[in-house]
């Protein structure tokens, strides 16, 4: 079983490489080309998968960031986020995981419930975006904020670490263990 390490491969110069592992192709591209679109002063790489592990016959770059892509109206999408889990070493989950759940503004539609990703979320220490990628522009918002992360991740922020930004997350954003 191939697993998925973040020093696996030596940082790329000025380069940032974010993974988004989802079910949902089209939204997952879409998110992709406005991430491609947002001022970076690094060469900004995305690379989508649909699970979890990557070939291993495959030459890709050093991953900066991971971010999940669940869709509450899925219950496939959330069995395939937990699957490809399995495959991710630990260390990655020192702040250069992320959880991005869609699909939350049609509630009744949502075949996931948004605690089932929240409790997923903080399993794994791990920050939880929502954001519902339909939406052109929430999906730029949050193609812009990806950017911000995988910039940080990658290294490329003076001063702010991956660790850093997961704890201002973390305590900004996620509830705690008893609101759960």
Known sequence: ??????LDKLPGLNTATILLVGTE???????????????CTSELKVHLAKSLP????????????????VNLHSKHSLRNVEESLHHVDATFFLGKVSFL???????????????????????????LLFCDLEIEDFRAAMAQRLVRMLQICAGHVPSVSALNLLSLLQSSENPSLEDL
Do not use: W
């Open 25 to 39: 192709d089209a939204l997952l591209q879409q998110l992709a080309e406005a991430m491609l679109k947002e001022d």
């Open 54 to 69: 990557l070939p291993s016959n495959v030459n890709r770059p050093r991953i900066d960031l991971i971010v999940f892509v």
């Open 1 to 6: 079983m191939s697993v998925l390490r973040p």
């Open 101 to 127: 759940a869609t699909g939350a503004g049609q509630e009744s539609h949502c075949s996931i419930h948004r605690n089932t990703v929240m409790k997923l979320a903080h399993t794994y220490r791990s920050p």
